[in-house]
């Protein structure tokens, strides 16, 4: 799991698609979250800044996302960190994963601070469901980074596993393993 925060938890409090807002539907292109002890916004993936502003003219679509930051990740793909208080990078920074990116806020089309995050294909517009990216399922909810999770993201970082959900599946079936892991990733760091 990965969250866009610097802390252990994030609450969703409105999933990818279909969605009622002040009496209308549309279709939301994100999640809508919240640091659960933390309002530092991270990068979840590496890449390059493609965007780092503040839209007010409402002539331009984008004014909702208000202050924003656009990573385009290392696999392609566009990430979006939206209703920002403050931004803390520039366009063609480099990031790595756990870089901080703003401050979550209040501004653009939004009714109370949180973060907007949204993803796209390669082609700039195909929205994806971010769940994909994070792990965090596509439902309201609180969801929390637990010590197997940081554990696997210890070994991904270091290029000792590649797959973090093939070891999530056999930590939950083969007894120790888990203690095992949370001992080699202590031992990277």
């Not at 990818?16 to 809508?32: A, P």
Request: hydrophobic letters at 35%; a positive charge.
């Amino acid at each position: 799991m990965k969250i866009p925060f610097q802390c252990d938890s994030v609450k969703v409090t409105s999933a990818f698609g279909k969605r009622t807002l002040n009496g209308g539907s549309d279709i939301h292109g994100g999640y809508d979250m919240v640091g659960v002890g933390s309002r530092d916004v991270v990068a979840v993936c590496g890449g390059v800044v493609a965007s780092s502003q503040i839209v007010t003219n409402k002539n331009n679509r984008t004014w909702e996302w208000g202050n924003y930051v656009c990573i385009k990740t290392d696999a392609g793909q566009y990430h979006y960190y939206c209703h920002l208080a403050s931004r803390a990078v520039k366009k063609g920074q480099r990031v790595n994963a756990g870089d901080k990116l703003g401050i979550m806020g209040n501004t653009g089309y939004s009714f109370g601070a949180h973060l907007h995050f949204e993803v796209r294909a390669a082609d700039g517009k195909t929205k994806i469901s971010p769940e994909g990216v994070l792990g965090i399922p596509n439902k309201v909810g609180t969801y929390t980074h637990s010590t197997l999770e940081r554990d696997l993201d210890v070994l991904l970082k270091r290029g000792i596993i590649n797959s973090p959900l093939y070891w999530r599946q056999v930590a939950a079936k083969v007894q120790y393993l888990p203690e095992l892991i949370h001992n080699f990733a202590q031992a990277l760091k």
